[in-house]
């Protein structure tokens, strides 16, 4: 299991690599070829559209063999974007929308699909400590990464980042195929897949099984609020910086930097946590931790920003590693693809609509929409610690089972070191 815990956590280095080069690399090429930055930024919004169509996508996981799908999925990735050779003026820009498009729709499958198989490589016991290096690699990817595509791309232009973009994802195929999976669990056996197609499909299973279960249904709710916090703070993050602090903008790549470092340092804590206190309670602490970030954004002092920059790179790690866990420990294996889906669109999908809220708050100032964020995250936190919340009860048949399950993966995984 070893192996499989250094596989995941290679795709994930792997995957942010690609993807964070490429994302600021199609709106940059996009704003080369037309002058337009609306357009720039509709590459971006070419990215997150597909995460509204989660459930869906995530069924096809439990309807078809999951690691060849994911490897598939990847390799048609790779197709997409050496079509991007083909780009030579603003006539062939909607191909760079189509591959924003497919990366988007590729995040989704793979996301799912990555939360699926998990659970078919390693004992329940180890999943939050590999989903916390996973988060810890994709997050020291995105501070280097971005860096190097932009560099590569003033240097050589679109076509060399498209290639190395494309490398990438055959590399992490060939990841997929190295991981050892348990047979029984790996995909839906073929005597189940006539049953797992009759039952009701896309939005409304994933939907009964997040609301159903207390364990998954709090989690996700605390990621998804903090994540549309996240965005809705976007704008309101320059107003300060530009506006209440007098800063360049370029000081916000200083406070990339430390919510980026504290997410890496975030990561490699965020499983042990989550074994000890559970994942609700970790979600609670991020976002708590995510709102006292917002709040110290606040202070008229520029090292507060930085401090609280970092404090928000701790917080939003952990509501999401918290709600991922949840789904992989509490869902059955046929309803993984459909479940993790849907989670993805209720945590990802209000950011959406965040955005260009925030972009309308922000007119009142830079600092309302912090303070707002804060309240909206205290207040989920508050509604997850009421008594009939997030702590376990004592006849609360899932909990029991899910802590027994536990207890003997952590016994049997002395076999596996």
Avoid at 357 to 371: D, Q, T
């Amino acid at each position: 299991m070893r192996r499989n815990a250094v596989l995941f956590v290679a795709i994930s280095l792997l995957s942010g690599l690609g993807g964070s080069a490429m994302s600021l690399v199609a709106g940059i090429w996009v704003l080369d070829l037309t002058g337009s930055t609306g357009l720039a930024a509709l590459a971006g919004l070419c990215v997150y559209a597909p995460v509204l169509a989660g459930p869906w996508l995530g069924g096809l996981l439990d309807r078809a063999p999951r690691r060849p799908l994911v490897i598939g999925v990847n390799l048609a990735l790779a197709a997409a974007l050496l079509s991007l050779l083909a780009v030579h003026g603003p006539g062939q820009a909607w191909l760079i929308f189509t591959v924003s498009f497919a990366y988007g729709v590729s995040y989704v499958l793979i996301d799912a699909g990555e939360t699926a198989l998990l659970p078919a490589a390693l004992p329940p016991a180890r999943l939050a400590d590999v989903n916390g290096w996973r988060s810890s690699a994709q997050e020291g990817m995105k501070l280097v990464a971005p860096l190097a595509g932009a560099g590569l791309y003033a240097w050589r232009g679109g076509h060399p980042v498209a290639v190395l973009s494309a490398v990438v994802p055959v590399l992490v195929a060939v990841g997929y195929g190295a991981l050892r999976l348990r047979a029984t669990d790996a995909d839906p056996s073929p005597g189940d897949r006539p049953a797992a197609a009759a039952r009701p499909t896309g939005l409304r299973v994933g939907l009964a099984v997040l609301l159903r279960r207390r364990a998954v249904r709090v989690p996700v709710a605390l990621a998804a609020v903090s994540i549309a916090m996240s965005g809705f703070t976007t704008a309101a993050l320059y107003a300060v910086v530009v506006e209440e602090l007098a800063l360049p903008s370029t000081f916000l790549g200083v406070l990339a930097s430390a919510q980026g470092a504290g997410s890496v340092l975030a990561g490699l804590v965020v499983g042990r946590l989550v074994a000890r206190r559970g994942a609700a309670a970790v979600g609670v602490a991020g976002a708590v931790l995510f709102a006292a970030g917002c709040l110290g954004r606040c202070l008229p002092w520029w090292p507060a920003t930085v401090a609280a920059s970092a404090i928000v790179g701790v917080g939003l790690p952990w509501t999401l590693v918290a709600a991922v866990t949840a789904v992989q420990t509490h869902t059955p294996a046929e309803l993984l693809g459909r479940v993790a889906g849907t989670a993805n669109t209720a945590m990802f999908g209000p950011i959406t609509l965040a955005i260009p809220l925030g972009s309308v708050a922000v007119h009142a100032g830079g600092r309302p929409p912090f303070v707002a964020a804060a309240g909206a995250c205290l207040a989920a936190a508050l509604v997850a610690v009421a008594p009939a919340g997030w702590r376990r009860q004592p006849g609360s048949d899932d909990e029991r089972r899910a802590r027994w399950r536990i207890r003997s993966d952590r016994e049997r995984s002395c076999n596996f070191r």
